[in-house]
């Protein structure tokens, strides 16, 4: 009984005590849940921000991936139908039309026109007489046709008829649309005869963009930068002969650091970009690039601070288990002691009660490791996929790859020219005829990068080493000739062969090529030696040139995505080649020379 009391006395006291300690637990629960809140809030904002940070770096980066693709687009464009008003400048039946006018002539001109401008998605082409009146077009049929207007006020009619070749992006005096007319002097024997213009509103042009990199807006079209004064205001228009009354206002834009902010339908709208000149084909212009930020900065700031605050919460939880465990613990040491204290015929009693929580105990900490084991599983997958994301990246080599068969179409097309003056029409349907081929190399060499993309393999078939040598040289010839380099290579082996695309060999080869030239621009007596030897059933193919060499910084990340030493370069030719090689069971790699820098190329040799 005396036993008893005393434990009542106790429990009494206990029962004073909390009279106090209740409410200042209620305040450290509140202060603690504030401050909480606080950090929760801080947490969920900055990692909002650095979540929108990166989402801004991310669209620049695919911006100015996109740009060079984009403006490639342009300047092929142009290219094209530069060449229509050159080579209709020769054609008999416009100097005949031009020397003495006949109207069946004209009408036959007109169709000739109409069936050359849908052929190559011209706008409309016509020819003008020396007084500047339209003798024949395209659109001879149309409501809106150029037949007997004249154009003497043009600017690219009086350049063509003054320098030969004229070039202007004007508003249309007929039809008020805009577009870039490229015209070029047709030259009687005495003095010119008139002047042939193909008109292009490059609608195709802004179509494969927004199919591919965005869209346009067409209500910024005539539209300036900043705002103009007089008189650059009048120097403006009048240059761009605008026929109607509409002021040339500045475009709606302003930047705020990485952002440019826009005013599109009223609303102002963010949006990342970057900007790049376009290149010989029209000199001065700048093709500006600007993507949609607003969606992706708000989902990508949406994410951070819906990832921070699940984060902060699941250790706020695990913070609130550590502790309430700890305070178990604690509460059955206590337990324990004065159990041992006051009774201790119990002690047996009290141990089994301790052994059954330690059991628990330990049943929870493997459980704990458990779920821990499960976290760096997953972890290591995420680390895995994060990986292999990374080919993703190589997609932004298509412009990269395309410049290759281009610059070759453009040499045919250039010899070609020169065939037809001078009369050797059969070789001049020959080069056409590369044209076509190279043109469905182009074809070819897309597929094969997105085959290298999802690891798709490509066909194969037995080849000989000197027959992608002489494929690559063809592609170059014209670059090797312009930059005047010595060629040198090795004698023809026929049994020196392969098993691999001829396509992608070539391209590993070009690529190489492309890079030797690159380094020996404006260096004394250029020279590349191509070499091809054997050895341990493999074919080895050596190209070697008497550059500067490569800086000892970019050895060490050579065949790394992006990494380049080129100004301009986008750092994916010796990537994309070297995973070739691998495809095709060999190797590329940079071997030591005494001077330039030396590449080899390791394939396993068919039919030795």
């Known amino acids: 009984m005396e036993s008893v009391r005393l434990i009542g006395a106790r429990s009494n006291e206990r029962t004073r005590g909390l009279d106090t300690w ?58 094209k139908q ?24 004209e009408a036959n001109l007109d169709r ?106 067409p209500d910024w079209r005539f539209s300036t930068l900043s705002a103009l004064k007089e008189p650059e205001n009048g120097t403006v228009r009048e240059h761009l002969q605008v026929v109607d009354d509409t002021p040339l206002t500045p475009v709606p834009i302003r930047q705020q650091g990485e952002l440019t902010i826009a005013e599109i339908d009223g609303k102002p709208t963010a949006l990342v970009g970057t900007s790049r000149s376009v290149g010989r ?52 040491r206590a337990a324990l002691t004065q159990i041992n204290t006051e ?52 997609a932004a080599g298509v412009a990269h790859e395309m410049n290759q068969p281009l610059a070759a179409i453009g040499v045919y097309a250039h010899n070609a020219k020169c065939y037809f003056e001078s009369g050797k029409s059969d070789s001049g349907v020959d080069s056409l005829g590369q044209i076509a081929a190279l043109t469905e190399q182009i074809a070819n060499k897309t597929e094969a990068l997105r085959s290298f993309a999802r690891r798709a393999p490509s066909a194969a078939t037995v080849l000989t080493i000197d027959d992608a040598i002489d494929g690559a040289l063809s592609l170059l010839s014209g670059r090797v000739r312009e930059a005047g380099v010595a060629v040198i290579i090795p004698s023809r082996d026929p049994s020196f062969r392969v098993m691999a695309s001829r396509i992608r060999l070539e391209q590993i080869l070009v690529n190489l090529l492309q890079n030797a030239l690159d380094a020996l621009r404006g260096r004394p007596h250029p020279r590349i030696e191509i070499q091809h030897a054997a050895s341990a059933g493999n074919v080895q193919l ?49 071997t030591p020379s005494d001077e330039g820098a030396c590449f080899t190329l390791t394939l396993p040799r068919v039919g030795q």
């Open 22 to 79: 209740v409410p200042q637990r209620w305040l450290a629960t509140a202060v603690g849940g504030l401050v909480a809140f606080a950090v929760l809030v801080s947490a969920a904002l900055v990692a909002g921000r650095l979540a929108a940070n990166r989402a801004v770096d991310n669209l620049v980066d695919q911006a100015r991936a996109g740009l060079p693709l984009a403006t490639a687009t342009l300047a092929g464009e142009i290219e």
């Open 82 to 105: 530069r060449l229509i008003p050159l080579t209709l400048a020769r054609d008999p039946d416009v100097i005949a039309l031009l020397e003495t006018y006949d109207a069946n002539a």
């Open 112 to 217: 000739k026109l109409k069936d050359i401008a849908e052929d190559a998605g011209s706008t409309v082409i016509y020819v003008i007489g020396a007084d500047g009146r339209t003798l024949a077009t395209s659109n001879f049929n149309e409501p809106d046709s150029f037949a007997g207007v004249k154009f003497p006020f043009r600017h690219y009619f009086r350049d063509a008829m003054t320098h030969g070749v004229g070039m202007q992006y004007a508003q249309g005096a007929v039809t008020a649309r805009p577009g870039l007319f490229l015209s070029r002097r047709v030259d009687g024997t005495k003095a010119p005869l008139g002047v042939v213009v193909v008109k292009v509103e490059l609608d195709g042009v802004e179509k494969a963009w927004r199919a591919s990199i965005g869209t346009t807006i």
């Open 281 to 332: 084909p029209a000199p001065g212009w700048r093709l500006m690039l600007l993507l949609y930020a607003d969606p992706i900065i708000t989902r990508a700031r949406l994410d951070g601070q819906i990832t921070g605050v699940l984060a902060f919460a699941l250790l706020i939880v695990l913070g609130r288990i550590t502790w309430r465990r700890r305070q178990l613990q604690a509460a059955r």
């Open 343 to 394: 009774l201790e015929e119990r002690v047996e009693e009290r141990t089994d009660q301790l052994k059954r929580a330690n059991l628990a105990l330990a049943a929870e900490i493997a459980e704990r490791e458990n779920a821990e084991t499960k976290v760096h599983r997953l972890r290591d997958e995420l680390a895995q996929a994060n990986r292999l994301s990374i080919l993703g990246q190589i």
């Open 542 to 590: 050596i190209v070697h040139d008497n550059g500067p060499g490569l800086d000892p910084t970019i050895r060490t990340m050579l065949f790394m995505p992006f990494a380049t030493s080129k100004e301009n370069g986008l750092g994916l030719g010796l990537v994309i080649s070297s995973e070739i090689a691998r495809e095709l069971g060999g190797y590329l790699e940079l």
